[in-house]
Structure formats: C-alpha cells, structure tokens
C-alpha cells in the first residue's frame, strides 16, 4: 500500500478475515510487526472489526516466553507485536511457521544493515505484506530494503538496484529507470 490515509489496517484485516473464512486447513496465524505505539491499537481494531479473529498481543515485559508463547501464538489468527520486541525475540518468532508476516509502517525497517532488518528476514512466512504511507523517506534504498523483505530478490541485490535505478534515478533523473522501477512495484 502506498499511500497515506486510505484505511490500511482495515483493508489488511479484511483480507486475513476474507482468507480465513471457510477454510479447514490448518493456516498458520499472520503476525503483525508495528511501531510500539501501536500495537495495541492493531489489538483494539481486530477486535473491533474483525472479532471472530483470535488475537494475541505479544508486547511488554510480562509477555508470553517460551513454549507457552508457542502454544497460544499456534492457536491464534494474528499475533501482534513491535519492531522492538520482534527483534528481541526473534528466535521465538522464528519457531512458528506464520502464514503471513505483515509489516505496519514497514519504513521502520528501511535499513537492510540494521539488526531489526536482519531479525524480519528470518522470521519464516509463506507470505508477507508491507504497509506504509512513505515507502521513501529519504533515498530508493529504503524501497528496495522495503521491497527486498516482502518480495526477496524482486529488485535484485542491493548492488544491482542502486546500478539499475538510484543511481540513474537520483543522479540524473533517468525517466526510462523510473518507468522501470513503477513498472516493478507500483499497484
């Protein structure tokens, strides 16, 4: 999602209640990773629209460890927690198959050299999904960092995109590169 304003956090939670409905077999829960401030208010939301949902909020200094945080993460439909929090636990994390990991203000994560970007990549997925209304901050390799956890590979190494696209697109406002890069990302 790529703009701001247009209702993100229903639209996602409509889609996990839409892809949940009807089915027998065994989904992992989606977790969803979001800046400290809200992760509660993802809790209150699923609750609010979507409350057939099983919600679990892994958060704060009294949250669930171990084999019990296993046990109710696996019967959950969403587990919510931080950017903090999925860092620090991320062997933890990494010990469930998610069937979705879905990343709230996903420019949180923009640096591929942080520990934060590193722990997001080796929480296993099926599928994940980026949700941010500034996919671009500063420069294009926060998108392609953006980018390079939902989709792997999709913009090529970190190397190959600053070639093919920043540089081209920073530098000398290479409309053809640009073209390109729309064409691989935009909706």
């Not at 409350?51 to 200094?61: A, D, I, K, T, Y």
């Not at 933890?92 to 994560?109: F, K, V």
Request: proline share 5%.
């Amino acid at each position: 999602a790529d703009d701001m304003g247009l209702g993100k956090t229903v639209q996602a939670i409509a889609t996990i209640v839409s892809e949940r409905e009807g089915r027998d077999d065994d989904v992992g829960p989606t977790l969803v990773v979001s800046p400290m401030s809200v992760a509660q208010q993802w809790a209150r939301e699923i609750a609010r629209f979507a409350p057939g949902l099983r919600v679990h909020l892994h958060h704060g200094p009294s949250r669930l460890a171990g084999d019990a945080f296993l046990e109710v993460a696996r019967r959950s439909d969403v587990v919510v927690t931080s950017y903090d929090v999925a860092t620090r636990d991320v062997e933890l994390l990494s010990r469930i198959e998610w069937d979705r990991l879905l990343l709230d203000e996903a420019q949180d994560a923009k640096n591929p050299r942080t520990k934060r970007h590193r722990a997001l990549r080796r929480i296993p997925r099926r599928r994940a999904l980026a949700l941010t209304g500034t996919p671009i901050e500063n420069r294009l390799g926060e998108l392609w960092a953006i980018m390079d956890l939902v989709n792997p590979g999709l913009l090529g190494s970190r190397e190959a995109f600053e070639r093919s696209f920043a540089r081209p697109i920073e530098a000398r406002r290479d409309a053809q590169a640009l073209e390109r890069l729309r064409s691989l990302v935009g909706p």
